[in-house]
């Protein structure tokens, strides 16, 4: 199928939602992570982002949050995709922490595109570097949309699989993990879930459930949440009718309203700051754009609301505040190391 007619005037191939590159200091970041090591059932997360950015030309760059179209005055920058250099799979994954890591110096908002969910790790890593993370991952709050758990120790011996993301994040001793949408889970995976006090999960049977809905109680706990906030986006964590070409789509997933409101209420929670996002286990979907433009869309209206965030100064710029001493040392090889 061809796409129809960009919708940005002046549209640049290759960047995110057509936007010509501007000069100066990006406000937002569009990094690009093409990993594929471990996927288990699909195939093609590593053509995902590239996939992404062509489909994100179909996103309409109007929004009556920000009532004018984006960029809104702000600069977006679609930087160059990760190299995939790395002779192994943990070198890979400090491949792209190194990639990822200049951006989170507290002025810019990284929005990372994946990539099997297997990145996971890379980021948080990186984001440790924030200033308001400032090496003190108990600071940091992981939400996560996703059809799967990702709390399994190991898949196939490996503790890096992407069925693993959650687990490894919380590794680096992160404050808590927020889980919705999830109904894909092993049985030791759902024993943590009962007791770890770390991991809140919010099932999909429990969302949708018509008699007693725990959607109510979803968005409450967005609200409550403070402090510097990771979103990381499974879109698997959609309905698979919506994203048929991820890597293991799932029945029974979250609406794209759901997601949309998700977001809507983690940005403007009053004590919360996002500082990044990432949107994984995006497959290029061949004989209809569904899958790609579904993500650009998503990721579109995280920009819309970090923006909006900007706008009404609940974003501090944390790269040049003389009252945060960053003394978190980033070590270009800590996953070799482990
Ligand atoms: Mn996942």
């Known amino acids: 199928m061809s796409l129809p007619a ?13 936007l010509p590159e501007q000069g100066g200091t990006p406000d937002i970041v569009i990094l690009q992570v093409p990993y594929e090591l471990t996927t288990s059932y699909g ?19 109007f929004d009556p949050i920000l009532g004018e179209d984006l960029p809104a ?7 160059e995709p990760w190299n995939g250099e790395g002779g192994n799979l943990r070198k890979q994954l400090d491949g792209i922490s190194n990639y990822l890591a200049p951006w989170f110096d507290g002025h810019k908002f990284p929005v990372i595109l994946g990539g099997e969910h297997g990145i996971l790790p890379s980021i948080i890593n990186a984001a440790g570097g924030h200033p308001l993370v400032n090496g003190d991952f108990s600071q940091l709050t992981l939400v996560q949309i996703d059809a799967h758990a990702d709390l399994r120790q190991e898949l196939n011996g490996e503790p890096f699989s992407h069925a693993c993301a959650a687990s490894r994040a919380m590794d680096f001793g992160l404050k808590h993990l927020y889980q919705v949408g999830i109904r894909a889970f092993s049985k030791h995976e759902y024993e943590r879930i009962q007791s770890d006090d770390d991991v809140t999960t919010f ?3 429990d969302i949708h459930s018509s008699s007693n809905s725990s959607w109510g109680s979803w968005i409450e706990t967005l609200t409550s949440i403070e402090g510097p906030v990771h979103l ?18 799932v029945p029974g997933g979250l609406t794209f309203w759901q997601i949309i409101e ?29 899958t790609q433009f579904t993500a650009a869309m998503i990721a579109t209206k995280g920009i819309i609301h970090h923006i909006d965030n900007r706008r009404n100064g609940k974003w501090a710029d944390t790269s040049e505040d003389n009252n945060i001493q960053n003394n978190h040392v980033f070590d270009k090889n800590y996953f070799e190391k482990l």
Do not use: R, W
């Open 73 to 79: 005055g702000y600069k977006i920058k679609t930087a």
């Open 203 to 205: 099932f999909a049977s």
């Open 232 to 249: 990381t986006i499974d879109i698997d964590g959609l309905d698979g009718s919506l994203v048929p070409a991820t890597g293991t789509p």
């Open 6 to 18: 960009p919708v940005a005037e002046e549209f640049v191939e290759g960047n995110f939602l057509g």
């Open 43 to 61: 195939q093609g997360t590593a053509l995902g982002p590239s996939a992404c950015i062509e489909a994100s030309g179909q996103v309409e760059l």
């Open 262 to 290: 998700t977001i809507q209420e983690l940005f403007s929670a009053s004590k919360a700051t996002v500082i990044s996002m990432d949107v994984n286990e995006i497959v290029p979907q061949k004989d209809t754009p569904l």
